[in-house]
């Protein structure tokens, strides 16, 4: 079994910065793929970044990039999410995710929730304007 843990989340204003970590424990081997996604209230789970197993590739939705960063310490069993120049349109809960090795660089692989066979509970992440 898989066990993933979120944290960092927290309120920031509009503009501010956060830093999410999420720890991987168990049979971690298993892992690879690694993601983050979102839930707003009242909304479905949308994909945030994701970053293949080597760490050479990452991926990002069109609504976090070039604001976001997506990292990974495979020695440390940690991935990173870098969220700078925060919305308001950002708040939500925030997943840690996953999955098995690919080695396919179609990045609908990445967006897509049953590529991760492994969530974390989640972290709420509120900007306030």
Known sequence: QVQLVESGGGLVQAGGSLRLSCAASGRTFSIYTMGWFRQAPGKGREFVAAIRWSGDSTYYADSVKGRFT????????????????????????????????????????????????????????????
Do not use: F
């Open 70 to 129: 997506i990292s990974r310490d495979n020695a440390k069993k940690l991935q990173y999410l870098q969220m700078d120049s925060l919305k308001p349109e950002d708040t939500a809960v925030y997943y840690c995710a996953g999955g098995g090795r690919s080695y396919t660089s179609d990045p609908t692989y990445y967006y897509s929730n049953s590529t991760y066979a492994y969530w974390g509970q989640g972290t709420q992440v509120t900007v306030s304007s």
